[in-house]
């Protein structure tokens, strides 16, 4: 991708484990920065997002970390379930025209059960 | 009750041909988005359009168009398909333009033979 560096890996953790997904961003411009799950056949699913005056969110089971000295970015996901197997995205947004958000290659999670 | 609809579903024709996909939102939402996934999963930004502004993303071919008839639709219209062509398309749309969630349809497959 552009801005946003991630190919598509996986990722296989055992049910009930945690999962910590990873990602790179390039533009220190970015000031927004989203987590997506896909499921096979679906369309992205919003999951957590985080602006950049924030270095912490967290939701339900999910955590999002924003490191922006590095310029990365992570998705934690407590207690794995096999519901959660799917192809996760990051995407960023800011200072681009029309601050479209723009996407990370993906990172697929298997969870064994 | 769907957010982002997309239809078809699947829709595989032949080089040459023109089609249309279309695209709807019931959310209200100001803007409303073009992704192109290829088979690696790699997910990029082809339009961005709200009532004011259309922003295109220098690497699409002219061949592809974006249609609005009104604030809840936006088709994608493409000329003289290509093989290269063959990939999941989704839409999406945002409350505001950029950084916020994005809520994405289920996508069309396209197949080009």
């Known amino acids: 991708g552009e801005n946003v560096g991630l190919h598509l890996p996986t990722l296989s953790v055992q049910e009930g484990d945690n999962s910590i997904i990873n990602c790179a961003y390039s533009n220190s411009a970015s000031d927004y920065f989203i987590w997506y799950k896909q499921e096979s056949g679906k369309g992205p699913q919003f999951i957590i997002d985080i602006r950049s005056n924030m270095d912490k969110r967290q939701g339900q089971r999910v955590t999002v970390l924003l490191n922006k000295t590095v310029k990365h970015l992570s998705l934690q996901i407590a207690a794995t379930q096999p519901g959660d197997s799917a192809v996760y995205f990051c995407a960023e947004s800011g200072n681009n025209a029309g601050n479209m958000l723009t996407f990370g290659g993906g990172t697929r999670l298997m969870v064994k059960p | 009750d769907t957010a982002v609809s997309q239809t078809p579903k699947y829709l595989v024709t032949q080089m040459g041909n023109d089609k249309s996909i279309k695209c709807e939102q019931n959310l209200g939402h100001d803007t409303m988005y073009w992704y192109k996934q290829d088979s690696k999963k790699f997910l990029k930004i082809m339009f961005s359009?709200?009532?004011?502004?259309?922003?295109i993303n220098e690497t699409v071919p002219n061949r592809f168009s974006p249609k609005s008839p009104d604030k809840a639709h936006l088709n994608l219209h493409i000329n003289s398909l290509e093989l290269g062509d063959s990939a999941v398309y989704f839409c999406?749309?945002?409350?505001?333009?950029?950084?916020?969630?994005?809520?994405f349809g289920q996508g069309t497959r396209l197949t080009v033979v």
């Open positions: 359009y709200n009532n004011k502004e259309l922003i």
């Open positions: 999406a749309s945002s409350q505001v333009e950029g950084a916020t969630e994005a809520f």
